[in-house]
T-cell receptor
Framework: GIQVEQSPPDLILQEGANSTLRCNFS?????LQWFHQNPWGQLINLFY???GTKQNGRLSATTVATERYSLLYISSSQTTDSGVYFC?????????FGTGTRLKVLA | DAGVIQSPRHEVTEMGQEVTLRCKPI?????LFWYRQTMMRGLELLIY????????DSGMPEDRFSAKMPNASFSTLKIQPSEPRDSAVYFC???????????????FGPGTRLTVL
């Protein structure tokens, strides 16, 4: 099956810093989503991005499907950005989740 | 517009008891997914329904687990009998799919945190 690897596994930032999270996948996919799991456990949709670049406020994402990776950029990080960021890729109907990047933003 | 609704949000039960988790997908969505999240295994797909029909239940861990979707707005995941190793967060998600291959965005419910003592 498809392997989804995320890096780094853990990240600690000072408030205001920028960061880049990476998602590599081992085969072609139909779709890709980025999620943020907040400290209360909720999975929040960030981006639905099978290819190209999207931006939403301080967050943006780029997927290069032909090279099998996606990047999530967080600028001017805030303490509320803390949590786990998951990349999930889809072939047919099934999403395969990466193991996540655990982000902690310090005030 | 309401998102995916799950109940209960927390469930504590004793080993051997039956547990029923409930999910109401987003109105109009025709694909429904049950996931389990643990520290050891991360997020795992348990079962996928399309148009109320189970398409893939290969992730259901064993016969103690069963899932139903009697109509487009309701699904249940049942564990009978429950065991301590079933303790996890169970998520339901839905999406708007066209046919078996869904190309659309998946939305998650808040999850049910299950503790089996």
């Amino acid at each position: 099956g498809i392997q989804v690897e995320q890096s780094p596994p853990d990240l600690i930032l000072q408030e205001g810093a920028n960061s880049t999270l990476r998602c590599n996948f081992s085969d072609s996919v139909n779709n890709l989503q980025w999620f943020h799991q907040n400290p209360w456990g909720q999975l929040i949709n960030l981006f639905y991005i099978p290819s190209g670049t999207k931006q939403n406020g301080r967050l943006s994402a780029t997927t290069v499907a032909t090279e099998r990776y996606s990047l999530l950029y967080i600028s001017s990080s805030q303490t509320t950005d803390s949590g786990v960021y998951f990349c999930a890729v889809k072939r047919t109907y099934k999403y395969i989740f990466g193991t996540g990047t655990r982000l902690k933003v310090l005030a | 517009d309401a998102g995916v609704i799950q109940s209960p949000r927390h469930e504590v039960t004793e080993m051997g008891q039956e547990v029923t988790l409930r999910c109401k997908p987003i109105s109009g969505h025709n694909s429904l997914f049950w996931y389990r999240q643990t520290m050891m295994r991360g997020l795992e797909l348990l079962i996928y329904f399309n148009n109320n029909v189970p398409i893939d239940d290969s992730g259901m861990p064993e016969d103690r687990f069963s899932a139903k979707m009697p109509n487009a707005s309701f699904s249940t995941l049942k564990i009978q009998p429950s065991e301590p190793r079933d303790s996890a967060v169970y998520f339901c998600a839905s999406s708007l799919g066209r046919g078996v291959s869904s190309y659309n965005e998946q939305f998650f419910g808040p999850g049910t945190r299950l503790t089996v003592l």
